[in-house]
């Protein structure tokens, strides 16, 4: 009996051209490594703001079995009332009654996994309760349950936020992956079995500002104000990156991660094992 599991870790899916870019490689890679579950951020997933309920299906068909959310859950009003009965995710550390959850309990293979949504304070306009904190209080309780296998998505502008994090909770959980700065980084390793990286990077478009078109923000960084809306590149190259966790006994024990730049797969990175 296989005791593995294979879980696929995407960053940020921005408008349609990263939805689109899910669609057309989630399927293949997850038959070519055996993945037995799909964990995606989909904050940015509709027009760059929010998640619509239309688009959150297109992801789930696609292969996607958990979203994640991040600053912007709630940009789409719409989904608030899908959020107890689809697995969509919203940091835990929103204040006392907001809608949703932040963790997602699910059974693969006979093994218990949690996935957890936390959020950074840094440059973010809410008033988070402490990040910190909500984990400990999370991890401890999913001890308890005997839930061995916990995987992070720790959505925060600042890498340093994300570091405290994997350091507080490094040896207790099997996985911790940054998202939010949309740019994926290179730091990915595992230490006492469990997994990091600062960002796993967004799908989407590649050739303006994280995935939005450079016309507006360049304006306003010019011109120190300006007018318009960002809007989601729709032409142009476009990315897909992803992460493959290898776990066995809450521990991750192996993991690497593919990059597509339109059709062109690049070399792929293998985590850094720091006890071998
Ligand atoms: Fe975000």
Do not use: W
């Not at 309920?53 to 292969?63: M, R, V």
């Not at 999370?138 to 001890?143: A, C």
């Not at 476009?238 to 006994?249: S, T, V, Y």
């Amino acid at each position: 009996m296989d005791t593995k599991l294979h879980i696929g870790i995407i960053g940020d899916i921005v408008g349609r051209a990263g939805r689109d870019m899910v669609i057309e490689n989630l399927p293949y890679y997850k038959e070519k490594y055996n993945i037995d579950f799909v964990i995606a951020n989909g904050e940015n997933a509709s027009g760059g703001f929010g998640l619509s309920k239309k688009n959150a299906n297109e992801l789930f068909s696609s292969g996607i079995d958990v979203i994640s959310g991040g600053n912007h859950s709630f940009d789409k009003l719409e989904i608030i009332e899908f959020m107890d009965t689809m697995p969509i995710l919203r940091p835990l550390n929103f204040p006392q009654n907001t809608p949703g959850s932040g963790i997602y309990y699910t059974k693969i293979k006979n093994k218990e996994l949690a996935i957890i949504n936390a959020m950074g304070h840094y440059g973010i306009n809410i008033n988070l309760d402490n990040v910190y904190h909500k984990l400990e209080e999370s991890i401890i309780s999913l001890q308890k349950k005997n839930i061995s296998n916990i995987i992070v998505d720790f959505h925060a502008e600042a890498s340093s936020e994300k570091r405290i994090a994997f350091c507080l909770l490094r040896g207790r959980i099997t996985a911790l992956f940054g998202t939010h700065t949309h740019i994926g980084s290179d730091d990915l390793h595992i230490q006492n079995g469990s997994f990091y990286v600062s960002d796993i990077g967004l799908c989407g478009g590649y050739d303006g500002v994280i995935g939005m078109d450079y016309k507006v923000p360049l304006n306003k960084a010019m011109q120190g104000y300006g007018k318009g809306r960002f809007e989601v590149l729709e032409n142009g190259n476009n990315i897909f990156q992803m992460i493959i966790l290898e776990l066995e006994n809450g521990r991750c024990n192996n993991a690497f991660k593919i990059k597509k730049i339109n059709d062109v797969e690049l070399d792929s990175i293998n985590a850094f094992n720091l006890e071998s």
